[in-house]
């Protein structure tokens, strides 16, 4: 098992409009879950596995990998001193246009304007959606999440602005943005840890055309250097399921000589694997972290074990 890599991925640690929790339970979920990774685990930066790997040389046993994607401000405020405490490295998959405060994450829009929602039915795909109770609004915001994913950036950009407008929400209270900006992500590097690209304006690369594609991978990268001074060769994917990118991402991925790419698809990831497609295990705060993992390395022994005996069938 010493080839083989868990990479975890997170997004936020504190709750947010699109991924809500009670107040307090992402940061104990979290410190528990780094408790965890202490005990069982061996973390290593990305590019110290990357480099392990490339090299043919052995990951140590257990060997964990810890990503966040989207470049969440609680991930600085909250994540980095909690890291520090055990002395984990990790890669922030960074968004250009969120850093600069030009684009919005959608999915955190749309989760507010629905949140704040003070129309009586909502109109998607000519079918009327009744947003009287919580449920039903969630069931609407439900059905226009999955809408929108299907569009290219531009058109899911146009759907959710749409849709928020006709939800009428109440205003928003002013705060903090949810996101850091250039001096959070120099932050990160202060610290220590790694930065890779999650593209220009989080664009689902397989939506875009192959123009578009080639735009939101080189363009990040090359804000990415320049903002940051450092070199980017690393990437996560936006969504990050299959269909999500496609065979064009990954050459182009290649081309453009990224190291690795990272998806959400569960398992894991290791010399033998593509590295423009590696697996990687999607976690919220309040995940078990324990046996989500034990999951993982049963089912990869599984499947090893199946491969072996089927060689020796
Ligand atoms: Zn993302």
Redesign the pocket.
């Known amino acids: 098992m010493s080839n083989r890599l868990l990479v975890l991925g997170w997004?936020n640690i504190d709750p947010t409009p699109g991924f809500p929790d009670p107040p307090g339970v992402g940061r104990l979920g979290f410190a528990k879950q780094l408790r965890t990774l202490r005990r069982f685990a061996n973390v290593l930066s990305l590019d110290d596995a990357l480099g392990r790997m490339a090299a043919g040389e052995p990951l140590p046993p257990r060997a964990v990998v810890l990503t966040f994607?989207?470049g969440y401000r609680d991930n600085l405020e909250l994540g980095v001193p909690m890291l520090a405490e055990h002395g984990f490295p990790a890669t922030f998959?960074l968004?250009p246009g969120f850093l600069s405060g030009t684009v919005g994450a959608w999915w955190e829009d749309l989760s507010s304007a629905f949140e704040r929602a003070r129309a009586p039915r909502l109109v998607v795909a000519g079918i009327t959606h009744d947003l009287s109770t919580p449920a039903s609004r969630e069931a609407a915001h439900g059905a226009v999440r999955a809408a929108v994913k299907s569009l290219d950036h531009a058109g899911r950009v146009a759907e959710v602005a749409r849709v928020s407008e006709e939800l009428n929400p109440a205003p928003a209270s002013a705060g903090e943005g949810l996101f850091m900006d250039w001096g959070g992500a120099k932050s990160l590097l202060a610290a220590g840890h790694e930065v890779g690209s999650?593209t220009v304006s989080?664009a689902i690369l397989g939506r875009e055309t192959e123009a578009g594609q080639l735009t939101e991978l080189s363009d990040s990268r090359r804000e990415l250097e320049s903002g940051l001074g450092i070199s980017v060769d690393t990437l996560?994917f936006?969504?990050g399921a299959a269909g999500d990118y496609s065979a064009v991402t990954t050459r182009l991925v290649s081309e453009l000589g990224y190291r690795c790419a990272v998806t959400t698809q569960p398992g894991l990831a290791g010399p033998s694997g593509s590295p423009y497609e590696m697996r990687r295990v999607i976690l919220t705060p309040t995940d078990d972290l324990s046996s989500v993992v034990a999951k993982t390395w049963r089912k990869a022994r599984s499947v090893v074990g199946r491969r072996v005996s089927s060689l020796r069938g």
């Open positions: 997004h994607d989207d998959f968004v999650h989080h996560a936006p969504n």
